[in-house]
């Protein structure tokens, strides 16, 4: 049997993933409205369309997306 605190730690983890899922969806679509969907927000170049295909919500290209991963990961 689940403890209460773990279950309850598994859904703050989930709603948490969600909202930020939802958050990245959400600015896709206020790109897809503004007409700037499919760039990246980091350089303005276009995102490759295999990483649009693997992840539609995401906003960097892929060398931005991995200098942004580095800089998360030295904090
Ligand atoms: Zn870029």
Do not use: W
Request: proline share 1%; hydrophobic share 35%; glycine share 6%.
């Amino acid at each position: 049997m689940i403890s209460g605190n773990l279950a309850r730690d598994a859904a703050d983890e989930l709603v948490y993933q969600i909202q930020r899922d939802l958050q990245r969806v959400d600015a896709a679509l206020e790109r897809i409205d503004t007409g700037l969907y499919g760039y990246c927000v980091g350089c303005g170049e276009e995102i490759e369309m295999n990483q649009l295909r693997a992840d539609p919500s995401t906003s960097f290209c892929l060398s931005c997306n991995s200098r942004v991963n580095r800089r998360a990961s030295c904090k």
